[in-house]
């Protein structure tokens, strides 16, 4: 656990700015992920006749 106590305020909404900033970065990185999962098993459906 990160000890705030002896941080000023302004310390405390940076590090929670850059958290926010990182928590946004992964939520895209793992959109695009089940994204490219998802292309793969299309595409691989369509390929094999199974998909429509």
Known sequence: MI???NWT?????EFKR????R???LL???GGFCLVIY???????????GMW
Do not use: H, S
């Not at 305020?9 to 909404?13: N, R």
């Open 3 to 5: 000890e705030t106590q």
């Open 9 to 13: 305020p302004e310390m405390v909404a």
């Open 18 to 21: 850059r958290r926010r900033g």
């Open 23 to 25: 928590n946004w970065l």
């Open 28 to 30: 895209g990185v793992l």
């Open 39 to 49: 292309a793969i098993a299309c595409v691989k459906l369509y390929q094999t006749g």
